[in-house]
């Protein structure tokens, strides 16, 4: 989890997503990449780190706060420090991935969108990686974990101080 | 029984080959050759676009839109002009464009390259969904050994051609890989379908005509140039098949088009689990209409689905054995579409949602025997209704269940009376 919720982006950050709008043609363009970025820097989109994003790219606080709640890998909730996604699409399904998600509810005592207390874990099912000849697939932060079974839970929990 | 020999592939070797990823292996193996010849002018705008109307490609990220069509309908004299790719991999069980990303992601510059070149853009667009992460850092790189070489950025090939090629991450959404969601996505909005006509080729990224293709497509693009397109389409023309589900050998293969259905699941993927027997498919993703036992003879082409009701859609064949519960996968299946369901129209906002709601108590032994007519009913409300593919991908696969497997609903909601 990141410090104190109440900050503004730092300068790296608001540096960060000026070189973004630069990229395109309207800086609104850049809004996604930058709502990124904020969130790295605070481990979620708090209400600063938006009214950042906002003053940063000159945009409306009302349209960035739409356009963030629209997609599911932004998020205005507090995360852990290591978000799990298991792909419960139907190769994964096919392939066992709801054995797979009980176990991660068992060792993490969460249900699916849930924190464990310590914030080292959110826990989330999600639709297809695109990773299904690996089935079943589980990403954890940027990494892919291939064919994951029941008994692989601990292996990977392991990994994830 | 002879073994089956798989036909040498085109396409997917680029991405099986170890070392692609770098670009020298690349440019050994005749890899740029095709975009220098644009680069130099030895190839022109023309025949390059002649070249890909004799070869048939067709776009691969659905909806099979004839390619050479696509880059003729960009205007020649505007002042600013785009290219866009769509690298937002999200048809339920479609893996082929991370694989070619992660395996050759030159094969994908190169095609962007020649792209630009030809429509005039000095600029091109790489939306890939944000979960590709492993495919960004492989593009990423040989995005800077190409920049590095000369060959992406400013006077491309030593000519006085500038090509810039951005890469663009999405934030978690299935519909912007609808092509004018994904237009509206890129530029920072919510990515909701925009009414078409004006099509991207006229008003696209920034109401600005917009070449917009498939990362796959565009791949095809070298191949095509390199080998001339009458040996390409002898070789096929080859075609990406993603196959996953309830098959021994899961992965992406290239086969040609037209190739049985039936072959590519026991010949290419190594058949079904010992003692299984086959159940359904879905043969371009979990948005075409699903395919039971006497249709795997069918050639795995646009044409013959079509004519079944079905598509070829990205080519992606799930594979679903008996033990399988049709009604689970089809529950499933809707409430993919529900979640992912942008909410502008209605019929796709709450059919997926009310179709979802019946299914799960079917499903959870609760379920009524007027529940089947409500779900045809459901389904009827949602065809040719929807705004826009997404909505209209869930009545065709629910309504062949509920005729192909009636039985399995029924038993369902037999075991509801009894238990109450």
């Not at chain 1, 629209?70 to 792909?87: D, E, K, M, W």
């Not at chain 2, 309908?73 to 479609?94: H, K, L, W």
């Not at chain 2, 190739?259 to 948005?287: T, W």
């Amino acid at each position: 989890m990141s410090g104190p919720a109440a900050r503004p982006l730092g300068a790296e950050a608001r540096a960060e997503i000026a070189r973004l709008a630069g990229l395109y043609e309207h800086r609104q363009s850049a809004l996604l990449p930058a709502l990124f970025v904020a969130q790295r820097e605070h481990g979620y989109l708090t209400p600063e780190a938006l009214a950042g994003v906002a003053e940063a790219l000159d945009l409306p606080l009302s349209e960035v706060v739409s356009v963030a709640s629209f997609y599911s890998l932004l998020y205005l909730q507090p995360v852990g420090r290591h978000v799990i996604q298991v792909c419960t699409n139907l190769a994964c399904m096919l392939n066992g991935c709801g054995a797979v998600v009980r176990r991660f509810r068992e060792r993490l005592g969460v249900a699916p969108g849930g924190t464990t207390a310590d914030g080292r874990f959110t826990l989330r099912t999600v639709e297809c990686l695109a990773a299904c000849e690996e089935a079943p697939a589980v990403l954890v932060d940027e990494d892919r974990w291939a064919r994951v079974g029941p008994d692989d839970v601990d292996r990977v929990l392991e990994r994830y101080p | 029984m002879a073994t089956f020999a798989m036909p040498e592939s085109i396409l997917l070797r680029w991405a099986q080959t170890p070392g692609m990823t770098e670009l020298e292996p690349y440019r050994e193996a005749g890899g740029y050759e095709a975009a220098r010849r644009v680069a130099a002018g030895e190839l022109t705008p023309e025949a390059v676009i002649e070249a890909l109307v004799a070869s048939g490609l067709r776009g691969k990220g659905g909806a099979g839109f004839p390619t050479g069509q696509k880059w003729k309908f960009i205007p020649r004299n505007a002042p600013v002009t785009y290219v866009v790719v769509n690298g937002d991999e999200g048809e339920p069980c479609t893996f082929k464009d991370r694989t070619l990303l992660e395996g050759c992601p030159h094969l994908l510059v190169e095609g962007v390259l020649i792209a630009a070149l030809t429509v005039g853009a000095r600029k091109a667009y790489i939306y890939l969904r944000r979960e590709f992460y492993r495919a960004r850092r492989t593009l990423e790189a040989a995005l800077a050994q190409a920049r590095a070489a000369g060959l992406v950025g400013r006077g491309v090939f030593g000519s006085a051609r500038d090509v810039e090629i951005v890469v663009h991450s999405g934030a978690g959404a299935y519909i912007a890989g609808e092509e004018t969601a994904l237009l509206e996505s890129l530029e920072g909005r919510r990515a909701l379908p925009r009414l078409r006509p004006p099509f991207p080729a006229q008003a696209g990224l920034y109401q600005r005509p917009t070449l917009l293709n498939n990362v796959e497509t565009l791949c095809h693009v070298p191949v095509i140039l390199t080998l001339g397109p009458q040996r390409y389409k002898d070789c096929g023309p080859p075609a990406l098949f993603s196959v996953s589900g309830h098959v021994v050998r899961p992965g992406v293969y290239e086969a040609p088009l037209g190739v049985k259905l039936r072959s590519l699941i026991f010949d290419y993927a190594g058949g079904l689990r010992p003692g299984r027997r086959f159940k359904a498919a879905f043969p371009g993703g979990s948005s075409s209409m699903l395919l039971t036992e006497e249709y795997l003879d069918v050639p795995m082409d646009y044409d013959s689905l079509r004519v079944l009701g079905s598509m070829l859609g990205s080519a992606a064949v799930i594979v679903i054995d008996d033990s399988a519960d049709m009604v689970e996968v089809i529950a499933r299946t809707v409430e993919f579409y529900r979640e992912e369901s942008c909410g502008k129209c209605t019929p796709c906002r709450e059919g997926t949602i009310w179709a979802t709601q019946v299914l799960e108590r079917i499903l959870h032994g609760r379920g009524r025997p007027e529940d089947l007519t409500l779900l045809e009913g459901i389904a009827k409300g949602m065809t040719g209704t929807c705004f826009c593919p997404l909505g209209e991908s869930v009545p065709p696969s629910l309504v062949a269940s509920l005729r192909h497997f009636r039985d399995e609903y029924e038993r369902h909601i037999a075991g509801a009376a009894r238990d109450h």
